[in-house]
């Protein structure tokens, strides 16, 4: 018997041992994915934060070096991530919670004594008398207008309540772990980056690392285009709000601020503060803040944020503005920064496919016709 004989099997068993594998990693991403599911948000939204803040981080450490276990600069960081998160957060609570008390009040005041005809009523341009006249019959006397508000569900309202309960302590957990995972990220950051260009090479080529470091470039782009402009935003037209005389600015200054982070969503803000003033009985103050609020956001939509975001993608406007409101209508507020980052990878991946092939070199041909080398 010939003990040398190859027994292995051949090609197709091969290829299907091959499928077998590749079937079963991807059975394994699949319920890894399905696992984490209610995680997924918490780790996206701590690798957007390590993205945006590595730069800072970077600094940091060199000031704080890391220990022999590397806990104390990723603790101290994230833990002042999340007190820039937190205490604005607990600011506009506690002042949400006065005006609610003061609302309430208004209420209260509504029912017994009715609700005066506004002074703004008066100056409409047109239709002051119609309008002025169902206020008095409908709001300005007691009667009318408890008759008015109780046409409101209280059912409803305490619906309402309890959702927005459920909806602050989910999103307490999931800031929570968001923290918890940007610890991590800023802890072993530099190996899993490595490890990460590494996988998109192996997966993808080379075009992989040149995807994933464009992916990263438009994170950037979008927390400085977005977030910092959007804080911008805020801080000028609450600085307006108070010169105009708004009630209450710094909490629509906050309003504002976070609305301006959603492209186009500002004039939301800004028109309840001109409405407030106007409700005052200055028409020339909210024309003011209404004039100052398009000037703001017109300069910071179409000059600062493109140049911001579209800059560090290598993205045009276009794309940019279809990635924010595409990605915020498909993942919500987490979609503002995953929108132009999937737009990036695949306007680079297109630029790279329909770019053309260089012509190959032409050899140079010794006295024999033999080829000695190429040039370039």
Not at 35 to 52: Q, R, V
Not at 221 to 228: I, Q
Not at 236 to 253: I, N, S, T
Request: charged share 10%; proline share 7%; aromatic share 8%.
């Amino acid at each position: 018997m010939d003990m040398t004989r190859d027994t292995r099997p051949a090609g197709p068993p091969d290829r299907s041992h091959a499928a077998a594998r590749v079937a079963l990693v991807l059975g394994l991403v699949a319920l890894g994915l399905w696992t984490l599911h209610g995680f997924l948000p918490a780790l996206a939204w701590g690798a957007i934060l390590a993205l945006a803040l590595w730069p800072l981080y970077a600094r940091f450490v060199r000031r704080v070096p890391p220990g022999r276990h590397n806990v104390v600069g990723p603790a101290l960081f994230t833990l002042g991530v999340a007190l820039v998160v937190l205490v604005p957060l607990a600011l506009v609570a506690v002042q949400a919670a006065r005006e609610a008390r003061e609302v309430l009040q208004f209420w209260r005041e509504i029912e017994q004594s009715g609700w005066p005809v506004p002074e703004i009523v008066n100056r409409l341009p047109f239709g002051a008398e119609a309008v002025a006249a169902w206020w008095r019959d409908t709001l300005a006397h007691p009667a009318g207008a408890s008759e008015w508000l109780h046409h409101l569900d209280n059912g409803a309202l305490v619906g309402v309540g309890r959702s927005v309960g459920t909806q602050v302590a989910h999103r307490a957990m999931l800031f929570g772990f968001t923290l918890l995972t940007l610890f991590f990220l800023f802890r072993d950051g530099p190996a899993l980056a490595a490890q990460g260009l590494t996988a998109c090479r192996r997966l993808f080529g080379p075009r992989g690392e040149r995807v994933a470091r464009q992916m990263a470039a438009s994170v950037h782009g979008t927390v400085d285009g977005l977030v910092l402009v959007g804080l911008g935003e805020g801080v000028l037209l609450g600085l307006v709000y108070v010169v105009a005389g708004v009630p209450h600015p710094v909490l629509l200054g906050a309003l504002t601020a976070f609305a301006a982070m959603i492209p186009f969503a500002a004039p939301v803000a800004f028109g309840i503060a001109a409405l407030l003033v106007a409700l005052k009985g200055s028409l020339v103050a909210a024309g003011a803040v209404v004039a100052a609020g398009l000037l703001v956001t017109f300069l910071a939509d179409h000059l600062v944020r493109p140049a911001l975001i579209g800059g560090a993608a290598g993205l045009p406007f276009l794309w940019v503005l279809l990635g924010i409101l595409g990605g915020v209508e498909s993942f919500g507020l987490l979609g503002l920064f995953l929108g132009p980052a999937v737009m990036a990878a695949l306007v680079l991946l297109w630029r790279d496919y329909t770019q053309e092939e260089p012509a190959p070199a032409p050899a140079l041909v010794d006295g024999h016709g033999g080829a000695l080398s190429r040039s370039g």
